[in-house]
């Protein structure tokens, strides 16, 4: 079950659409952080389900705080949330060992589909 | 925030037109990537508000290191309407021309500007600035038409920002961000000068869009 989700974007209207994407009836527990760099150590700290990482931060941006998540844990459920549609960015992040990458504006059905498809991932895993 | 930017419009809606602004960027990279082939790297972008009046001394401040600047001018017409102007030191369309043609930038900030840089100029400024205005007009349920795009080079930059033109109760809406390719930098600013009204709209749009996150 998916119950730890970690949204790490430097803009709280970002975070704030996110959170309102997802259901409300989940039970879901919400952990945020508005920079890689303290996106990095909430990882560490509460070892989330599913981590949702923006692209585009100050002091540490997605790319290095995905790369060292994933040095961290190499079966980290990252998600990138992002503006950047350039299809090298997306084949860049999932070279890193990104779980999938949706694209801003958010979709609630997208939204949801990937978590499902993170739901299963984790079942899998018992 | 200052006093009279927070006049203009709340820290709230500052917010979410940052996000905005960060999504219609991203568009505009990607549209200009798949153009000239080359991955742009996105930068936070910086947003203030200002009395248009105050844009030319705020342009002034930032550029004062630049001997030279061109400006591309596009206007734009839908409920938010107005005048974007995208603003590089000069010296960088032929850095643009290095990096479209992947050769070393051999020139100076010092040399005329030719024909083939205007034009480059001119392409990644209409690209920068239709899909900018473009996807914020998408978003927030608008639809705008622009005039074709024209070149300003000045020795003086305080002579080619237009700022006295404009009506004293008018708002540039300034987006700072700086180009960065895989293969060099290019320093850019982005301003869009709108009418009071505009903003008044953009205010309505932006609480809108953020209604259906409710």
């Known amino acids: 079950m998916i119950k730890k989700i970690l949204i790490v974007d430097d803009s709280s209207v970002a975070r704030k659409i996110l959170r309102s994407c997802l259901l409300k009836d989940q039970g879901y527990e919400f952990y945020e952080a508005g920079d890689g760099q303290v996106g990095l150590e909430k990882f560490k700290e509460i070892q989330p389900d599913v981590t949702f990482m923006d692209l585009t931060m100050p002091v540490m941006n997605g790319y290095e705080a995905l790369e060292k998540i994933m040095q961290f844990d190499k079966n980290a459920l990252v998600i990138v949330v992002t503006a950047d549609v350039q299809l090298k960015s997306t084949k860049k992040v999932m070279a890193l060992g990104a779980f999938m990458v949706l694209n801003k504006p958010l979709n609630k059905e997208d939204l949801q589909d990937v978590l499902l498809k993170a739901q299963k991932i984790l079942h899998k895993a018992g | 925030m200052d006093t009279r930017q927070d006049e203009i419009i709340s820290d709230e809606e ?201």
């Open chain 2, 14 to 214: 500052i917010e979410i037109l940052q996000e905005l602004m960060n999504i219609a960027f991203g568009k505009a990279a990607a549209d200009l990537a798949e153009v000239i082939d080359i991955h742009v790297i996105l930068s936070v972008p910086y947003i203030k508000i200002l009395q248009a009046t105050e844009l030319l001394d705020y342009i002034k401040d930032e550029i004062k290191d630049y001997n030279n600047i061109n400006i591309i001018e596009q206007k734009f017409w839908g409920k938010f309407k107005g005048d974007a102007l995208l603003l590089f030191p000069s010296g960088a369309g032929k850095k643009l021309l290095a990096i479209l043609e992947h050769e070393e930038d051999t020139t100076y900030e010092s040399d005329p500007i030719d024909i083939l840089e205007r034009e480059t100029l001119m392409e990644v400024g209409n690209i920068l600035i239709g899909a900018c205005i473009g996807k914020m007009a998408e978003l927030l349920r608008d639809v705008v038409t622009y005039t074709p795009p024209r070149i300003i080079v000045e020795n003086f930059p305080h002579n080619a920002i237009p700022g006295k033109q404009y009506d004293p109760n008018n708002t540039a809406v300034i987006l700072k961000t700086v180009f960065r390719f895989d293969e060099g930098d290019v320093n850019g600013f982005l301003f869009f000068v709108t009418s009071h009204e505009s903003i008044k709209w953009l205010g309505e749009a932006l609480h809108k869009f953020m209604e259906q996150y409710e």
